[in-house]
């Protein structure tokens, strides 16, 4: 089993930064592709960012490309998001999520119904 616990979250204004971060246990870190996702009320869940095992490889949806930064620390068992020019429309609750790559250590998935472990999630509030 992996657990995993993001952090981070908060009440921030438009415009400013904010980093989350998502720590693992449970298993071997560098078996796990990480992404970050989001939800708000009354939509789906969406992929925002994702990571390869080794942290060479990096995608990230349109909504938030050249704003977002996903970052791996393997030797933390760490996975960062660094959101910055935050907008009213990224308030959601963000949530970590890790697959097993194993097969593929390159290849990184946006489809939620890929990740086997999920985070609680961590609330971000970007107010207008």
């Given at each position: 089993q992996v657990q995993l616990v993001e952090s981070g979250g908060g009440l921030v204004q438009t415009g400013v930064s904010l980093?989350?971060?998502?720590?693992?246990?449970?298993?071997?870190?560098?078996?796990?592709?990480?992404?970050?996702?989001?939800?708000?009320p009354g939509k789906y869940r969406a992929f925002v960012a994702g990571i390869s095992v080794d942290g060479t490889r990096e995608y990230y949806a349109h909504s938030v490309k050249d704003r977002f930064i996903i970052s791996r620390d393997?030797?933390?068992?760490?996975?960062?998001?660094?959101?910055?020019?935050?907008?009213?429309?990224?308030?959601?609750?963000?949530?970590?999520?890790?697959?097993?790559?194993?097969?593929?250590?390159?290849?990184?998935?946006?489809?939620?119904?890929?990740?086997?472990?999920?985070?609680?999630g961590t609330l971000v509030t970007?107010?207008?």
């Open positions: 980093r989350l971060s998502c720590a693992a246990s449970g298993r071997l870190f560098t078996d796990l592709a990480v992404a970050w996702f989001r939800q708000s393997n030797a933390k068992n760490t996975v960062d998001l660094q959101m910055n020019s935050l907008k009213p429309e990224d308030t959601a609750v963000y949530y970590c999520a890790a697959r097993d790559s194993r097969g593929n250590p390159y290849r990184i998935v946006t489809q939620t119904s890929e990740y086997a472990y999920w985070g609680k970007v107010s207008s």
